[in-house]
């Protein structure tokens, strides 16, 4: 039988791009002199994409009318419209579970560094500061008494809340509705949970039902010492407004791993020293990575072996 052919517009991890030659008929366009007409002369052919952070919008799909699935590596898929995915038949699929860990952990660090301060003492130590002025100044913040709100109590958020629980926090959460069995406060608006805590843990999607929502006024109400530490989307928060309340101490400080047009980091973030921020490396680890690349492979494979996925979005559900 003959394999099928899948596109990889853009080259991913090595036990992605091996696993799939073992299966199916591999087209790379980047490699080509001329992507486009690549892609334009395989229009009919190919029936499958391993995608990494591209588009896949109504021009994609309109591209390649016999796709059958999309294999989305992250489990963050707001690159990929769901929706039109859904309404054309086509399989979405996503890499969640394998990466909970790791970005949970990124989580806690991130959120210990920018409590602490530990990027700027680190600092000190390099650039020769604590010899010539002595001791780094004393953290203006402690983690002992935060009360943590964590926008979008999922996978990932449960993991950072075990862990934040550990740690002695107070947890609270919103998402679009309570979760039975949760018993941390749940709270309708996230303009309560930010009134309710001081420290605001954002793990919630991109997309358009969640553009900007950590705007002014939830960070007003989080207040002076309160502290944004962004693992999710970048696109969830207002970074102008998060600039501002940084600058003015409508806020104390955030950490960021993600922002909206990554890789441009906003300049007037970056000018503040109450701001740590990393590259996007919440599940960077070879470990989680190739855990994931593995699992965009196997959903392949399950799909054109049975037509069932392993990890489809819930906006493409398996059909029973
Ligand atoms: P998940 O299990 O689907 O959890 C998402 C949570 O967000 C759910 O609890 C959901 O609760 C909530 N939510 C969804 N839409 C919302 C809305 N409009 N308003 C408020 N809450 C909303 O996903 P996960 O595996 O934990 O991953 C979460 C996100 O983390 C991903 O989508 C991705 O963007 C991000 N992520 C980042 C990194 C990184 O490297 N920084 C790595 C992995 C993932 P309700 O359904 O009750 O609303």
Not at 97 to 118: H, Q, W
Not at 193 to 211: N, Q, W
Request: aromatic residues 6%.
């Amino acid at each position: 039988m003959s394999k099928p052919d899948i596109i990889v517009p853009r080259v991913m991890r090595d036990v992605v791009m091996r696993g799939l030659a073992e299966h199916f008929n591999v087209h790379k366009p980047y490699e080509a002199a001329d992507p486009f007409a690549v892609m334009a002369e395989l229009s009919q052919t190919i029936r499958g994409a391993a995608v990494l952070g591209q588009k896949v919008d109504a021009a994609f799909l309109d591209q390649f009318p016999n796709l059958e699935i999309v294999a989305n590596f992250g489990v963050g898929y707001d690159n990929i419209d769901a929706h039109d995915c859904s309404a054309r038949g086509i399989m979405v699929t996503n890499t969640p579970d394998v990466l909970t860990d790791e970005v949970a952990d990124t989580a806690i660090g991130l959120l210990i560094m920018t409590v602490r301060e530990l990027s700027a003492a680190e600092r000190w130590v390099r650039d020769g500061s604590w010899k010539a002025k002595g001791a780094f100044p004393l953290s203006k913040a402690t983690l002992s008494g935060r009360k943590l709100g964590v926008l979008g109590l999922g996978r990932i958020g449960k993991a950072i809340a075990k862990r934040a629980e550990a740690f002695g926090l107070e947890i609270h959460y919103h998402g679009r509705s309570k979760q039975k069995g949760i018993a941390f406060p749940y709270h309708a608006t996230l303009l309560d949970l930010a009134t309710a805590c001081d420290t605001l843990m954002i793990v919630a999607p991109g997309g358009e039902d969640t553009h900007h929502i950590v705007n002014a006024e939830v960070l007003k109400a989080l207040g002076p010492s309160g502290i944004v530490i962004n693992i999710g989307r970048g696109t969830v928060v207002d970074e102008a407004a998060l600039a501002e309340a940084l600058a003015d101490g409508t806020i104390h400080a955030a950490g960021l791993d993600v922002f909206e047009h990554e890789p441009n980091v906003p300049q007037a973030l970056l000018d503040l020293e109450n701001v740590v921020v990393l590259p996007h490396v919440g599940s960077a680890s070879v470990h989680t990575r190739d855990a994931m690349g593995q699992l965009v492979v196997d959903n392949l494979v399950s799909w054109f072996r049975s037509g069932r996925a392993v990890t489809s979005v819930p906006e493409t559900p398996q059909k029973s």
